[in-house]
């Protein structure tokens, strides 16, 4: 239901999107945990030690993907995150 990558940090994901966002490709961070959303913050309590939630939500880019997307579309995508990995921009992070 979604295609999904990766990163080292909140950094490298935010340049990558912004990067994307560049070459018109709509990429997204995946969620907020629950903890640490408005209404997680309002109606819940959080029990125990965030380990690994937060830090795994802050590395996660979602990528296009929609019904109709093409072969070209796809690879378009590709080459643009491809080409984020060798880019000076993420040299610079």
């Known amino acids: 239901h979604m295609f999904y990558i990766k990163v080292k940090n ?5 340049a990558l999107i912004g990067y994307l966002k560049e070459k018109y490709i709509l990429a997204a961070f995946h969620y ?15 029990h125990g ?7 795994e939500s802050e590395r996660l880019v979602r990528l296009p993907m929609y019904f109709n997307m093409t ?3 796809l690879d378009y995508t ?11 921009t993420f040299k610079n992070i």
């Open 10 to 14: 909140l950094n490298v994901r935010d």
């Open 32 to 46: 907020v945990p629950l903890h640490t959303s408005q209404a997680g913050k309002r109606l819940g309590v959080f």
């Open 49 to 55: 030690t965030d380990t690994y939630t937060t830090l």
């Open 71 to 73: 072969k070209q579309d």
């Open 78 to 88: 590709l080459e643009a995150v491809s080409s984020f990995f060798i880019s000076d």
